[in-house]
């Protein structure tokens, strides 16, 4: 099993930044991609960015050039610095980290949520 746990959410007013963090610990083999979701009441939960273990990087459109999203793999970490936080960005974010086992079968964890909200 692999425990994911997501630390640094808060409150924080329009054009502030926040930084996410995000660590993976257990029966760890290799951890594929990571990545950052977020969710907003009353709508569907969506990517934000990810990494892959190779260090390559995918931003929605609506975070792209605010967001930049590393990844420590020597650690199982990963993060999320957000600039220019805008009311918008308000949502509960989840770490997502897809393992692959010893017998190349690939499984998704999620970590608790982090709020972030973002005040004008």
């Known amino acids: 099993q692999v425990q994911v746990v997501e630390s640094g959410g808060g409150l924080v007013q329009a054009g502030e930044s926040l930084r996410l963090s995000c660590a993976a610990s257990?029966?760890?083999?290799?951890?594929?991609?990571m990545g950052w979701y977020r969710q907003a009441p009353g709508k569907q939960r969506e990517l934000v960015a990810s990494?892959?273990?190779?260090?390559?990087?995918n931003y929605a459109g609506s975070v792209k050039g605010r967001f930049t999203i590393a990844r420590d793999g020597a650690k199982n970490t990963m993060y999320l610095q957000m600039n220019s936080l805008k009311i918008e960005d308000t949502a509960v974010y989840y770490c997502?980290?897809?393992?692959?086992?010893?017998?190349?079968?690939?499984?998704?964890?999620w970590g608790q949520g982090t709020q972030v909200t973002v005040s004008s």
């Open positions: 997502n980290v897809r393992h692959r086992n010893s017998w190349a079968v690939s499984s998704d964890y």
């Open positions: 257990g029966s760890i083999f290799v951890i594929t991609n």
């Open positions: 990494v892959s273990s190779a260090g390559a990087t």
